[in-house]
């Protein structure tokens, strides 16, 4: 006779799932850790079986006609992430940018409590209301669900102890600064270079025009929409492999999409990089360096690697550094259980100048080393000669400077 499995009960799946974060070594306060033991996240995904809602994965909730993510519950190792970046606590004020299911929010409300509110916003207006309804069935009917493009954030609630944003940002936009209190904190997943190279930041605000983000957590979102224009290309190298770069490196896309046409080299540097130590920021280094190379992801999907097309390290999400047709990216090897060795493969016509210039980069980088980037924030409307030293983006509302 067929035996009907065992199917774990919500409150078991939602431990282990705690216990996985913990063991990620994710949770660095209990009021985050309790929240995630509190929310029901199965009641924010009807229709997702109980094992997808509570593994340790993204569950996407809407995708576009052509296939791509519009909505999701982000993976709820980023969502702790983020909330141990807010520090969100009892009585707070929180504005969040990018509503989706609700269950943030939920995290959001157990983490402020009662004496605390939370306003959420949501673009789409299918999804503000299933929020709504998802929020007053588990529980939460006290968060506020707006519909509207969140750059305009909330002003009717402001000014908030908290923001967080759960949308891939381009920018910071001008209702942000002004509805933030003035001992606020901002935490924001912010594009910080057009290939898509992402860090959820934390600002804190010292001033009315400045905000300062020394932690950066590695993530990716799904895009704001509403938002600015993002300056993305996207150069196709070959069947499937596409480097991903930004247009104010105003890059020769004809010479760049010849790039794998010449024969690839492999270089091992012998460059340590121990699993234990903060190398995640290598890439954002690259990206906002001033070696005159200029900085792409490559994006290969299993297929193409599989033909040996390309196979970038999976780390940096194809981290690459390009000249003309010249293209290296960067590739690692397990030396021991503990470490691996950083390398980098190239394609250029001029093999020799480029293999050097990567090569020095690589070695002035390990030199230093540099855990965490400084990263302060200023309206755009601020003189140069004002700016925190260090590599500048320019958005249309904010300049952004980048110390290591
Ligand atoms: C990754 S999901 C948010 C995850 C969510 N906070 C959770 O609980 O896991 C991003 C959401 O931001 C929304 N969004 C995108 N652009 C927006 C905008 N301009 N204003 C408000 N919401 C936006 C999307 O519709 C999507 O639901």
């Not at 999907?301 to 097309?309: F, K, P, T």
């Not at 047709?325 to 960067?330: F, G, I």
């Not at 093999?351 to 990567?358: A, I």
Request: hydrophobic share 40%; aromatic share 6%.
């Amino acid at each position: 006779m067929d035996t009907i499995p065992a199917v774990a009960a919500p409150d078991s799946l939602r431990e282990a799932l705690v216990a996985k974060i913990d063991s990620l070594g994710t949770f660095r306060s209990q009021a985050v850790r309790d929240a995630f033991r509190a929310v029901p996240r199965h009641e924010f995904l009807p229709g997702v079986d109980l094992a997808t809602a509570y593994a340790p994965k993204q569950v996407v909730t809407k995708r576009a006609d052509d296939g791509t993510a519009v909505s999701s519950a982000s993976s709820p190792n980023i969502v702790a992430i983020m909330l141990e970046q807010l520090q969100a606590a009892e009585g707070h004020k929180v504005l969040e940018i990018g509503a989706a299911t609700g269950i943030n929010a939920a995290l959001l409300s157990e983490l402020v409590g009662p004496s605390g509110a939370v306003t959420t916003i949501e673009l789409s207006r299918g999804l503000a209301e299933g929020a709504r309804a998802h929020l007053a069935e588990a529980g939460y009917p006290q968060v506020k669900v707006v519909c509207r493009d969140g750059a305009l954030g909330a002003p009717e609630g402001a000014p908030y102890d908290r923001i967080i944003v759960t949308a891939g940002a381009w920018d910071i936009p001008a209702a942000w600064w002004q509805q933030l209190a003035a001992d606020g904190r901002l935490v924001v997943p912010l594009r910080l270079h057009g290939s898509g190279l992402t860090r959820s930041l934390a600002f804190d605000r010292t001033g009315i025009a400045r905000m300062v983000s020394t932690n950066a957590a590695t993530c990716g979102f799904v895009p704001m929409r509403g938002d600015t224009e993002m300056g993305e290309i996207h150069v196709r190298l070959a069947d499937e492999v596409t480097l991903k770069i930004d247009d104010e490196d105003f890059p020769d896309e004809a010479s760049l999409a010849r790039a794998l046409t010449h024969p690839a080299h492999q270089h091992w540097t012998g460059i340590p990089i121990r699993h234990d130590e903060e190398a995640a920021h290598l890439d954002l280094w690259l990206a906002t360096g001033t070696s005159g190379l200029s900085f792409g992801q490559l994006s290969v999907s299993d297929a193409a690697r599989a033909l040996g097309l390309a196979d970038p390290a999976r780390q940096w999400s194809g981290a690459s550094l390009y000249q003309g047709s010249s293209l290296a990216y960067l590739t690692v090897r397990p030396v021991d259980d503990d470490t691996d060795e950083l390398g980098f493969t190239t394609h250029s016509p001029a093999p020799h100048t480029f293999v050097g210039q990567v090569d020095s980069l690589l070695r002035q980088w390990s030199q230093e080393r540099p855990a965490q980037p400084r990263i302060t924030a200023h309206p755009a409307t601020t003189p140069h000669e004002h700016l925190a030293p260090g590599a500048l983006i320019s958005r249309p509302k904010t300049l952004l400077t980048i110390s290591w």
